[in-house]
């Protein structure tokens, strides 16, 4: 069974530091691993989405990598400002179509 | 830009009441699926479906049916509305692609049962 580990389960850095989030998966066998965001009380908002035959996917001061064989993903946060702080959670999709989605890393950037 | 829209931000019902939540999206999507949240427990999912009039049950079925009459719609229903169902309920919904199958989220309905 698919299970999906996020550590550490809360984060604080000050403003400007570089920051990693880590993602873990226990079954190689994924289609796509998904980043997302999550503010409080709200819904999720996709940052990035890898496919199983890519190594890593950018979007502006984020980067994000996948090593398939490792059952590893990095979220890579450069630059961090207050307003990044949210909820990270990371996704797999696996076959059947579901996504299984990590805990989640909460990060707080402090001015 | 994508929006899926949930119609009720927040929602009180009383124990053994029948609950519709609504769910729509605007881009035309295949698959649309509803997970629910719980500290503790994370994102954890209900229903999906991949057409109109199709249902895929998903980890946690019970207690729950859903209805997709028309694409752009699904709506997630509590049969008979328990304390253990109050949760913060997401609506999702995705292309059918092999290589851009972002997932898009509504904004929650918060579901208090008494």
């Known amino acids: 069974k698919q299970e999906v580990t996020q550590i550490p389960a809360a984060l604080s850095v000050p403003e400007g530091e570089n920051l990693v989030l880590n993602c873990s998966f226990t079954d190689s066998a994924i289609y796509n691993l998904q980043w997302f965001r999550q503010d409080p009380g709200k819904g999720l908002t996709s940052l990035l989405l890898i496919q199983s035959s890519q190594r890593e996917q950018t979007s502006g001061r984020l980067n994000a990598s996948l090593d398939k064989s490792s059952g590893r993903s990095t979220l890579y946060i450069a630059a961090s400002q207050p307003g990044d702080s949210a909820t990270y959670l990371c996704?797999?999709?696996?076959?059947?179509?579901?996504?299984?989605f990590g805990q989640g890393t909460e990060l707080s950037v402090k001015p | 830009d994508v929006k899926v829209t949930q119609s009720s931000r927040y929602l009180v019902k009383r124990t053994g009441e029948k609950v519709f939540l609504e769910c729509v999206q605007d881009m035309d999507h295949e698959n649309m699926f509803w997970y629910r949240q719980d500290p503790g427990l994370g994102l954890r999912l209900i229903y999906f479906?991949?057409?109109?009039?199709?249902?895929e049950k998903g980890d946690i079925p019970e207690g729950y049916s859903v209805s997709r009459e028309k694409k752009e719609r699904f709506s997630l229903i509590l049969e008979s509305a328990s304390t253990n169902q109050t949760s913060m309920y997401l609506c999702?919904?995705?292309?059918?692609?092999?290589?851009?199958?972002?997932?898009?989220f509504g904004s929650g309905t918060q579901l208090s049962v008494l």
């Open positions: 999702a919904s995705s292309p059918w692609s092999s290589t851009n199958e972002k997932l898009f």
């Open positions: 996704a797999v999709k696996i076959q059947g179509g579901k996504l299984i």
């Open positions: 479906s991949y057409d109109v009039k199709m249902k």
